[in-house]
């Protein structure tokens, strides 16, 4: 089992940027392809961006292609999402998300197909 603690996020412009980072604790994160979902107010939790347990492949949801960067450090047990050019349709609530098996094109954007959930950091995006 491993437990997801996210952090840095916070109140931001338009146009400004946010790193957010996920711990992870209990086993090694390695074992676990990483991701990122998103939930705003009254909309459905949707997926934001993922990487493989290597962190060689990762994928991106369209609406934060080329804005967003998702990456891991293993030997930190930590898995970062760089945020930039950010607008106030990102603000949501982040959450870090984990799965013991690997990421496929068919499963990665799935929130079911992730068994570990961290408790969500505040992103909040003022115009």
């Known amino acids: 089992q491993v437990q997801l603690v996210e952090s840095g996020g916070g109140l931001v412009q338009a146009g400004g940027s946010l790193r957010l980072s996920c711990a992870a604790s209990?086993?090694?994160?390695?074992?676990?392809?990483m991701g990122w979902f998103r939930q705003a107010p009254k909309k459905e939790r949707e997926f934001v961006a993922a990487?493989?347990?290597?962190?060689?492949?990762?994928f991106y949801s369209d609406s934060v292609k080329g804005r967003f960067t998702i990456s891991r450090d293993n030997t930190k047990n930590t898995v970062y999402l760089q945020m930039s050019s950010l607008n106030p349709e990102d603000t949501a609530v982040y959450y870090c998300?984990?799965?013991?098996?690997?990421?496929?094109?068919?499963?990665?954007?799935?929130?079911?197909?992730?068994?570990?959930w961290g408790q969500g950091t505040q992103v909040t995006v003022s115009p």
């Open positions: 998300t984990a799965r013991e098996g690997e990421l496929f094109y068919s499963n990665y954007y799935k929130a079911a197909e992730y068994t570990y």
């Open positions: 209990g086993r090694t994160s390695s074992r676990y392809a």
């Open positions: 990487i493989r347990r290597s962190g060689g492949t990762t």
